[in-house]
């Protein structure tokens, strides 16, 4: 062991000691009594705590329990709005699917009568006995120059 730890360790033990004796000799109130007041002073400081929190647990409670059923009307308030949108997509979907069946059934009618019109036509209308004339078709230019030479 170095010198420097020697003499640590004795200062240590000396300051320790000196520490004892001083408190020994200039306590106020004998061994006993100190720490009875120090166990009370505990004592105190703990009935305090649990008084506190008790206290704070009841405020918590009460406060939660004045919104509890707010929270409970407004979710069935909510849950009933939903409910009636969905009965609402549902009729609406069936309308919907009502609409399109009508629709498609009055389109094939319609196309069934334009072909039968067609058809009609077709068987009464008189074979042409003489042939069609000749068309020309000539195209005209107009910002072409009316000289006839070409450029």
Same mark, same amino acid.
């Given at each position: 062991?170095? $010198? $420097?730890?020697?003499?640590?360790? =004795? ?5 320790? !000691? ?17 720490? %009875? ?9 703990? #009935? ?14 009460? $406060? ?5 059923? +707010? *929270?409970?009307? $407004?979710? #069935? ?6 409910? =009636? ?10 309308? =919907?699917? #009502? ?5 498609? /059934?009055?389109?094939?009618?319609? *196309?069934?009568? *334009? ?9 009464? /209308? ?5 042939? !069609?004339?000749? +068309?020309?078709?000539? +195209? *005209? ?7 006839? %030479?070409?450029?």
């Amino acid at each position: 062991m170095s $010198k $420097k730890a020697l003499y640590f360790t =004795l200062g240590t033990l000396f300051g320790t !000691a000196s520490g004892i004796l001083a408190g020994m000799l200039l306590a106020p109130r004998s061994g006993a009594e100190s720490r %009875a007041m120090a166990a009370d002073a505990m004592n105190d400081a703990w #009935d305090s705590a649990v008084d506190t929190y008790e206290r704070g647990a009841q405020t918590a409670a009460d $406060k939660f329990s004045g919104v509890r059923p +707010v *929270v409970d009307a $407004k979710t #069935d308030e909510l849950r009933a709005k939903v409910d =009636l949108a969905r009965e609402r997509m549902d009729q609406l979907r069936d309308s =919907l699917s #009502d609409v399109v069946t009508t629709t498609s /059934a009055q389109v094939q009618d319609a *196309v069934n009568a *334009v072909a039968d019109q067609v058809a009609a036509a077709a068987e009464a /209308a008189p074979a042409a006995e003489t042939p !069609a004339e000749a +068309v020309r078709v000539e +195209v *005209v230019d107009a910002e072409a120059p009316e000289t006839g %030479a070409e450029a």
